[in-house]
């Protein structure tokens, strides 16, 4: 018989950053319980089945899977989304681009297009907060896609909807007011892809080309065809990358271009607005 505070106190996780968050996370899972059940009940004994799916859940995550796949699921926003493998985990900083586009936008109805949008996080996040904004997200991949339209459909967001398409290549003519991507922007040679919790994510998902920024520059290339005049590109993209997207925009003919830091201090977003 073993009680919840052994089992916590014994989880070995040496390569985790959080290892004592990773084991309260899987234990709390294996219980079906909420995580503030473990220090309510530190003292309760947990059932031998319940104990077996927690062993499991600590070998994946020593393996260095990350706890969002292992559970399913990840908080963004204020929505708990799904997650699986062939999409990437939402991460808190990409909540500044949309923070920043919900301040930058009035909140009158608009078309909104989120640019490679995975599990659909950024899309259902606006969607959530602007009830008269149409939001469409469009990825690569189908399987994240089909992701997408579980989120929504479990979160009940009709005003935002999910297709197929490479880039802008399904969206024929159509022109928004905003359009905001976290799209991949890794080197392909950067160290980071084989270490820690980003190995088990797709390529497809983080890796532009030998600089990171090949898709940015796409990106940034075709918005102009589906911008109304007036409207934004917003952009993620890595800590050291700001100077090269804020030029491609300019290049591009992007008014207003200026890159917006998260709470650490680095440039992680950059935006333009399409002239009139
Ligand atoms: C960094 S992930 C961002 C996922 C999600 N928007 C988020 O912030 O959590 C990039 C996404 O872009 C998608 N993607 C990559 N290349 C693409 C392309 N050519 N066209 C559309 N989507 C693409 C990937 O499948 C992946 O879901």
Same mark, same amino acid.
């Given at each position: 018989m073993t009680i919840i505070a052994s089992l916590l106190n014994a989880a070995? +996780? #040496? &390569?985790? #950053?959080t290892p004592r968050l990773d084991a309260e996370l899987l234990l709390a899972a294996a219980l079906g319980k909420p995580r503030s059940f473990l220090h309510t009940w530190p003292e309760r004994v947990v059932a031998s089945e319940a104990a077996e799916r927690y062993a499991g859940y600590l070998q994946r995550r020593r393996a260095g899977e990350p706890v969002a796949y292992i559970l399913g699921h990840q908080g963004f926003w204020s929505l708990d989304l799904e997650v699986a493998p062939h999409t990437l985990i939402p991460r #808190? &900083?990409?909540e500044l681009l949309v923070e920043t586009a919900l301040a930058l936008i009035p909140a009158t109805p608009a078309q909104v297009l989120d640019l490679g949008t995975g599990t659909g996080a950024i899309a259902l996040a606006l969607a959530c907060e602007r009830p008269g904004w149409s939001v469409t997200g469009v990825d690569r991949v189908a399987a994240a896609v089909e992701l997408a339209e579980r989120n929504r459909s479990r979160l009940q967001l009709d005003n935002a909807h999910f297709a197929e398409s490479h880039?802008?290549?399904? +969206? @024929? !003519?159509q022109r928004f007011n905003l359009i905001v991507s976290n799209p991949p922007y890794i080197a392909?040679? &950067? #160290?980071? +892809? =084989?270490? @820690?919790? =980003?190995?088990? !994510?797709p390529s497809s998902a983080l890796v532009a080309g030998c600089d990171g920024l090949d898709d940015i520059r796409q990106i940034i290339r075709e918005a102009p065809q589906h911008l109304q005049p007036g409207s934004w590109l917003m952009l993620e993209h890595g800590f050291d990358q700001a100077a090269a997207v804020r030029d491609l925009l300019v290049r591009q003919g992007f008014h207003q271009v200026e890159s917006r830091c998260d709470l650490g201090g680095h440039e992680r977003i950059s935006l333009g607005q399409w002239p009139c």
């Amino acid at each position: 018989m073993t009680i919840i505070a052994s089992l916590l106190n014994a989880a070995q +996780l #040496p &390569d985790s #950053p959080t290892p004592r968050l990773d084991a309260e996370l899987l234990l709390a899972a294996a219980l079906g319980k909420p995580r503030s059940f473990l220090h309510t009940w530190p003292e309760r004994v947990v059932a031998s089945e319940a104990a077996e799916r927690y062993a499991g859940y600590l070998q994946r995550r020593r393996a260095g899977e990350p706890v969002a796949y292992i559970l399913g699921h990840q908080g963004f926003w204020s929505l708990d989304l799904e997650v699986a493998p062939h999409t990437l985990i939402p991460r #808190p &900083d990409t909540e500044l681009l949309v923070e920043t586009a919900l301040a930058l936008i009035p909140a009158t109805p608009a078309q909104v297009l989120d640019l490679g949008t995975g599990t659909g996080a950024i899309a259902l996040a606006l969607a959530c907060e602007r009830p008269g904004w149409s939001v469409t997200g469009v990825d690569r991949v189908a399987a994240a896609v089909e992701l997408a339209e579980r989120n929504r459909s479990r979160l009940q967001l009709d005003n935002a909807h999910f297709a197929e398409s490479h880039w802008f290549s399904a +969206l @024929g !003519e159509q022109r928004f007011n905003l359009i905001v991507s976290n799209p991949p922007y890794i080197a392909a040679k &950067d #160290p980071h +892809l =084989v270490k @820690g919790d =980003v190995r088990f !994510e797709p390529s497809s998902a983080l890796v532009a080309g030998c600089d990171g920024l090949d898709d940015i520059r796409q990106i940034i290339r075709e918005a102009p065809q589906h911008l109304q005049p007036g409207s934004w590109l917003m952009l993620e993209h890595g800590f050291d990358q700001a100077a090269a997207v804020r030029d491609l925009l300019v290049r591009q003919g992007f008014h207003q271009v200026e890159s917006r830091c998260d709470l650490g201090g680095h440039e992680r977003i950059s935006l333009g607005q399409w002239p009139c």
